[in-house]
C-alpha cells in the first residue's frame, strides 16, 4: 500500500515551453501533497504544500507564478513549470500524506513518487 | 527553527556486517515525528523506518533499528547483515506533529556496500 505515481518519469522541452508533471496517490486519498526540488547530489528542497481545494503553500524563495500547483482531488497534485528556462532544469519529486484518521502507519507519513526529471534546452 | 544535522556524507560496510548512520536534530517541541528514508540509484525514496518522539522504544523493521536517545536529540539508524542492495543515499528527517507537516530533511549520508 501507500504507493505514490508521477508522470512523466523524465521530460524535455525548450525554453520558454510549459511543463506539467502529475502526481497521484494510486491506493489512498492524500489531503496534502508536496512538492521537492533536487539537486544533483542533494537534499531535497521542499518547493511548495498543497492541500486539496485550496491554494498551495510556496516556500520562500520559490516562484508561485513559475511553479503552478493545483491539487484538484484527493489523489491527484500537478505542478506546472511555466516559461521554463534551462535553469529549471532538476529533479522533482512529489510526497503524499495519508487523509488524517487513516490507519496506522500511514497517518503522519510521506509517501515518495518517483520523481521526473526535467531538461530545458 | 528545526534543523537535521547528519555529520557522515559517506559510509561504507562490508556485506553482513553492521552500520550506524548518525542523525541529530534541533528542536524545542516535545511531540514530533523522526524518520529514515533510503534513494537509491532509481532516486525512489523509500521509507525506511520512523518513530514517533512520545515512544521510549526504539522501533526496528527487519534489519533496520534506530538508537533513539530524545534528551540528546539524536536518532541513528542501525543496518545489520548488510546487503548490496542497501547501497544508497539515507535521509534523516523530522516532522513536527503540531505545526505544519513539512519534513525537514538532513544532508544525506551514501552508504556503499562492498562484497
Known amino acids: 500500500g501507500a504507493v505514490v505515481s508521477q508522470h512523466p518519469s523524465w521530460v524535455i522541452c525548450k525554453s520558454g515551453t510549459s511543463v506539467k508533471i502529475e502526481c497521484r496517490s494510486l491506493?489512498?486519498?492524500?489531503?496534502?501533497m508536496f512538492w521537492y526540488r533536487q539537486f544533483p547530489k542533494q537534499s531535497l528542497m521542499l518547493m511548495a504544500t498543497s492541500n486539496e481545494g485550496s491554494k498551495a503553500t510556496y516556500e520562500q524563495g520559490v516562484e508561485k507564478d513559475k511553479f503552478l500547483i493545483n491539487h484538484a482531488s484527493l489523489t491527484l497534485s500537478t505542478l506546472t513549470v511555466t516559461s521554463a528556462h534551462p535553469e529549471d532544469s532538476s529533479f522533482y519529486i512529489c510526497?503524499?500524506?495519508?487523509?488524517?484518521?487513516?490507519?496506522?502507519?500511514?497517518?503522519?507519513?510521506?509517501?515518495f513518487g518517483p520523481g521526473t526529471r526535467l531538461t530545458v534546452l | 527553527a528545526q534543523t537535521v544535522t547528519q555529520s557522515q556524507p559517506e559510509m561504507s560496510v562490508q556485506e553482513a556486517e553492521t552500520v550506524t548512520l548518525s542523525c541529530t536534530y534541533d528542536?524545542?517541541?516535545?511531540?514530533?515525528?523522526l524518520f529514515w528514508y533510503k534513494q537509491p540509484p532509481s532516486r525512489q525514496m523509500i521509507l525506511v523506518i520512523r518513530q514517533e518522539a512520545y515512544k521510549q522504544q526504539n522501533a526496528t523493521e527487519n534489519r533496520f533499528s534506530v538508537n533513539f536517545q530524545k534528551a540528546a536529540k539524536s536518532f541513528s539508524l542501525k543496518i545489520s547483515d548488510s546487503q548490496l542492495g542497501d547501497a544508497a543515499m539515507y535521509f534523516c528527517a523530522y516532522r513536527s506533529a503540531q505545526f505544519a507537516d513539512k519534513l525537514i530533511f538532513g544532508t544525506g549520508t551514501r552508504l556503499q556496500v562492498f562484497p
Open positions: 528542536t524545542s517541541e516535545s511531540d514530533y515525528y
Open positions: 510526497s503524499a500524506m495519508e487523509v488524517a484518521g487513516a490507519r496506522w502507519p500511514n497517518t503522519d507519513t510521506q509517501y
Open positions: 491506493d489512498f486519498q492524500a489531503t496534502t
